[in-house]
């Protein structure tokens, strides 16, 4: 009898000595999967997902400021990357970090969350000049770690020592990442499968796996899951999936991230792949639904204040004016709003007075001096799903 046709989809442990103990080292094989991936069983997810998109990318359109709400979401997914790489800041945090008012939580932390808006943010205008390659995915972690606790961590250069994934050494691990002989060989393999167009797969089932090959080979000493998670929404936007960088799936893998952390396993043990796609679509699908409700939510919610504002206020001129200032942050000072308008002191105290008496903001210190209000149903729906994950879990 013939032997058995060896699984292609298998990598190869490499075992290599580490702190005076023999680890065995994943080397994953290079995309696309052998045997291909069984695309028929995965239509139906590919479809809702593709039909979510282009819902979402419609509704872009019809936005009053497209770069507002991204503004927002890109801020938005920051949050939850970070917290599912274990830091405690919310939505809240950040966005008053950034007005300088407040600050809650640890500063490390929020910095953290900053520098990965950076990261995103200059990822997104570099691929106007430059195409997605190792050269952006490097730029953008050293803007990822360019201070706090990541700054010791080799800022935009592949490791040169192994790194692993849970456990207390790499010979408890859960997962061992390529050795550093084995690197150069992985990522240039994953290059080519990002610009390659023989396997004619859709740029969605590209990306997921684009994800999860990162994820395996972990080139980074730190930041690799969110230069990962950042890696999906700019192979959609280079590809054409996407027209604005709406897609963002950290919320999704926050709320499943057992079964996350486990189907990546599943493909490194046993080439499941097509496990992970269903999950992967589904988790897109689902993404970009719940960002089409938010972003329908935020335009009738914006609409009604103003019409509120409009018949109610009989400082409606003013009024409407701080009210666009809050579409575009919803943390201000009365500082902020008369430097940015233009408007007298007692005309802008007027004014917010006015729109806390409508309801559309509230004044959130109680103090008397150097008071931050804040656009509370506009920040309620943008916030949710990012309270941060318990410490315990």
């Not at 770069?67 to 800041?89: C, D, H, N």
Request: proline share 7%; charged share 25%.
């Amino acid at each position: 009898m013939a032997d058995p046709e060896p699984n292609l989809r298998l990598g190869r442990f490499v075992e290599i000595p580490v702190a005076g103990e023999a680890v065995r080292a994943f080397v994953p094989p290079p995309l696309p999967p052998a045997p291909p991936i069984d695309v028929l069983p995965l239509l139906d997810r590919l479809s809702l997902a593709e039909r979510a998109l282009g819902r979402l990318d419609g509704i872009t359109i019809l936005l009053p400021r497209q770069e507002l709400f991204l503004y927002m979401y890109v801020r938005k997914e920051a949050v939850l990357s970070s917290q599912i790489e274990g830091t405690q800041s919310s939505l809240s945090d950040l966005l008053r970090f950034e007005t300088e008012a407040q600050a809650g939580q640890p500063i490390d932390d929020i910095r953290e969350v900053s520098n990965y808006v950076d990261a995103m943010m200059y990822g997104l205008e570099r691929l106007e000049t430059l195409p997605l390659s190792l050269r952006l995915v490097r730029e953008m972690h050293e803007r990822l770690l360019q201070s706090g606790r990541g700054g010791t961590k080799s800022p935009g250069e592949f490791r040169r020592s192994q790194n692993w994934i849970g456990g207390t050494r790499p010979g408890n691990a859960l997962f061992v990442p390529p050795p550093v002989t084995e690197l150069d060989a992985c990522l240039d393999a994953l290059e080519r499968f990002m610009h390659e167009q023989t396997s004619q797969l859709p740029a969605l089932i590209k990306a997921g796996l684009l994800h999860v090959q990162f994820e395996t080979i972990h080139p980074f000493l730190d930041g690799n899951g969110r230069i990962g998670r950042l890696l999906v929404t700019l192979y959609l936007c280079v590809n054409g999936v996407l027209r604005k960088p709406l897609l963002y799936l950290s919320l999704y893998l926050k709320t499943h991230r057992a079964d996350y952390y486990r189907l990546l396993q599943e493909v490194r043990e046993n080439g499941a792949w097509e496990a992970w796609l269903d999950f992967f679509l589904a988790g897109v699908a689902d993404t970009a639904n719940q960002a089409f409700d938010a972003a329908t939510r935020i335009v009738e919610l914006f609409k009604e204040d103003r019409e509120r504002i409009t018949v109610e206020s009989e400082r409606a001129g003013s009024a409407l004016r701080i009210h666009d200032l809050f579409q575009r942050n919803p943390y201000l000072t009365a500082n902020q709003l008369v430097e940015r308008t233009g408007l007298s002191a007692p005309t802008i105290n007027a004014a917010l007075a006015e729109l806390e008496r409508l309801g559309v903001v509230e004044e959130i210190t109680g103090r008397k001096r150097g008071r931050v209000f804040s656009y509370r149903r506009y920040l309620a729906i943008l916030s949710e799903g990012t309270d941060p994950i318990p410490a315990a879990i």
